[in-house]
């Protein structure tokens, strides 16, 4: 019978779980060899990432171009599944190189370690105990991390809330800790599980929780860009922008879309550096909601020359050392390309591409809309499909746009026309 209960599927190999796969979804053998293809991971390294590996998955990695940021250049590695991003990425930069590119600035990587304490009787007299017992509290949390702290990170200070729960009241301990180049969950939740038995003690409470925080407000990008209003078209565009963020700053339905085109650009680097995108989605849209309101991310403005100005902020707990950025090889190449130095110096870069990938959609939206770049793409993608040799790639998909008949059939029919004539 076919059944997904099997035991110890785990500690099989490789090939044996992919039998067991096959079996199951009764695979033929062009799937098997195509999950067998191992590409830039090799299986050791994938094996060791997550459990239960059966093979490997590509996305294609490109990068995006003209960026200038902090008066730096630099190549942007995107790993995404969605035609134009990357082509939108560059397009806004270049557009913001003339008045100097994109300025980000990021703060210190503090992140938030959460313990929850139930069960206390005196809450608030609870509270001042814990926060007089600071200094031995981070010493705790401290000797988990030596080389954190020899780094001048570990953990800095805490803050302690009583928060009304639909269970009663609860005290919740903030450790907040500064993860300089990591991601920081391993460390803070390593903390948080260290100084938790103490907290306990102090409260005479009941200690459940110890985990990070992905609301990581404390670890913030801030980036800033203008943009020429001739660069960009004329100030009919510049009012186009503004009135698409104002209707991102009245309606969460679109100030969701809104923001999902700035996760656009994050989340493609993310990928391509191998961070917690889950993290950072999760960290954006809680910011988002903060005030009780979910709001867009970025404001768009005009200055005192009609110009158009732009400005973002949220939160990006990314890493460079330690967890998949260390051990995936790609994520390693991409991160030379970057050139970066510091998680710091990622997350300015970061910042600094969503703000880019905004300004490329709202720009498109108010003026001729996304479906005409979307357009172009599929029809040079049909024509490849199509076998269009290079040189043809372009002149077919004008073709078919002409036309109005963008499909495989037609790209298959010009390719022919086409190679027949040259
Ligand atoms: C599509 O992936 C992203 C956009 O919808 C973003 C936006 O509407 O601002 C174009």
């Known amino acids: ?44 390294i994938a094996d060791i990432m997550i459990e239960n590996v059966i ?45 100097g590119g994109i300025d980000a600035i990021a703060t210190d990587s503090i992140m938030i370690g959460q313990v929850q304490v139930v069960k206390v009787h005196d809450p608030a007299y609870k509270r001042i105990l814990v926060l007089e ?29 009583i928060i009304e729960s639909p269970l009663g009241p609860m005290l919740v301990v903030y450790l907040l800790v500064d993860v300089k180049d990591a991601m920081g969950a ?13 907290i306990q003690e102090l ?33 009919e565009v510049v009012e186009g922008i503004l009135y698409a963020w104002a209707f991102a ?45 979910y709001r867009p991310l970025s404001i768009w403005e005009k200055d005192e020359n009609g110009d158009l100005v732009g400005s973002l ?21 991409s991160l030379k390309i970057l050139g970066v130095k510091t998680a710091r110096e990622l997350a300015e870069v970061m910042g600094a591409v969503g703000l880019a990938q905004n300004l490329a959609a709202l720009k498109a939206l108010a003026t001729e809309g996304i479906q005409k770049g979307h357009m172009r793409l599929h029809a040079r993608n049909l024509a490849i499909m ?14 078919m746009i002409r036309e109005g008949n963008i499909s495989y059939a037609r790209a298959k029919e010009l390719v022919e026309e086409f190679t027949y004539k040259s």
């Open 386 to 399: 199509a076998g269009a040799p290079r040189d043809l790639v372009d002149k077919i998909a004008e073709s």
């Open 249 to 293: 700053a009245a309606d969460p339905y679109r100030a969701a879309t809104h923001n999902k085109g700035i996760m656009n650009g994050v989340v493609a680097v993310a990928r391509a550096t191998a961070q917690d995108c889950r993290a950072l989605e999760a960290g954006a849209h809680a910011y988002a909601a903060k005030g009780g309101v």
């Open 203 to 235: 409260t005479g409470g009941r200690v459940y929780l110890r985990i990070v925080s992905n609301l990581a407000d404390r670890r913030i990008v801030r980036a800033r860009t203008k943009v020429k209003k001739d660069v960009l078209g004329g100030e």
């Open 186 to 198: 391993n460390a803070v939740n390593t903390m948080c599980e260290a100084i938790a038995p103490y």
């Open 1 to 44: 019978m076919r059944t997904s209960r099997i035991p110890g599927f785990y500690k099989l190999p490789i090939e044996e779980r992919l039998r067991k796969v096959v079996e199951f979804a009764s695979l033929h053998e062009d799937d098997i060899e195509l999950l067998r293809k191992w590409g830039n991971l090799e299986p050791k």
């Open 313 to 333: 902020e949220m939160p990006m707990p990314v890493g460079i050392v330690g967890g998949a950025t260390k051990v995936h090889p790609v994520a390693r190449v």
């Open 133 to 161: 017992h600071r200094d031995q509290i981070l010493e705790i949390a401290n000797e988990k991390d030596p080389i954190l702290v020899k780094l001048g990170g570990g953990a800095k200070d805490l803050e302690v809330k």
């Open 55 to 99: 093979g490997t998955m590509s996305y294609p990695l490109a990068v995006a171009v003209n960026f200038l940021i902090n008066k730096r250049d630099y190549m942007v590695p995107m790993v995404i599944e969605e035609p134009s991003v990357v082509a939108a990425a560059s397009h806004a930069a270049k557009l913001t190189r003339e008045s």
